[in-house]
């Protein structure tokens, strides 16, 4: 039986499957997490990807943990302001963008959130993972690489890890 279910939700970019969601997915495994990973391919609106992982997460029978990377960070913050969740991994989020920064929650999520972004990226600047992290009190980590973070996929791996075993040994965090 597994602890608990990890669910991933992708950039606008890239697929369910890529190099970092296959990454964290072997590393939630090995943790005895299940894992599940959206498709949101050909899917443009961050509202109606954060409708189709709300969707996802109201049949599952207990609060999952959101994973999301750029765009699929916003959609998981998105969701998990919405309702229970027992953790929040971001990836390089989407935050504070035009066409994302009016549908931010206006009160952020209750669950531990730990908050990966790089100092190099040029496509979501870090700027709005800091303002975030600082405002909300959550874990940011900021690394010495690009928008894709796969240059720093051991230490993202790391993180990743270390949170797993905090809301395992923990029994989980707040519901909101």
């Known amino acids: ?15 369910p499957w890529g190099t970092k969601i296959r990454h ?3 590393l939630a495994t090995a943790r005895d997490w299940a894992v599940e ?3 949101y391919q050909g899917m443009a609106d961050p509202v109606a990807r954060a409708a189709k992982l709300a969707a996802y997460c109201q049949q599952l029978d207990q609060p999952p943990v959101l994973v999301g990377s ?3 960070g916003f959609v998981a ?3 998990a302001a919405q309702m229970p969740v ?3 991994f971001l990836l390089a989020p989407a935050l504070f963008l035009p066409g994302y920064e009016e549908h931010l929650p206006a009160t952020p999520p209750t669950c531990p959130v730990f908050i990966v972004h790089g100092w190099g990226d040029d496509v979501v600047p870090c700027a709005g993972s800091q ?3 600082q405002s909300t009190r959550s874990r940011l980590l900021l690394l010495d690489g690009d928008h894709r973070l796969t ?16 809301l395992g040994d923990t029994g989980g965090g707040s519901a909101n």
């Open 1 to 15: 039986m597994s602890i608990g279910k990890v669910c991933f939700s992708h950039g606008q970019e890239s697929g």
């Open 24 to 26: 964290l997915a072997d």
């Open 37 to 39: 990973s959206l498709d």
């Open 70 to 72: 750029s765009m699929g």
């Open 77 to 79: 913050l998105h969701v």
């Open 86 to 88: 027992r953790g929040l």
């Open 131 to 133: 303002r975030f992290a």
């Open 151 to 166: 240059a720093q996929i051991d230490v993202v791996g790391a993180a990743f890890d270390q949170f797993l075993a905090e």
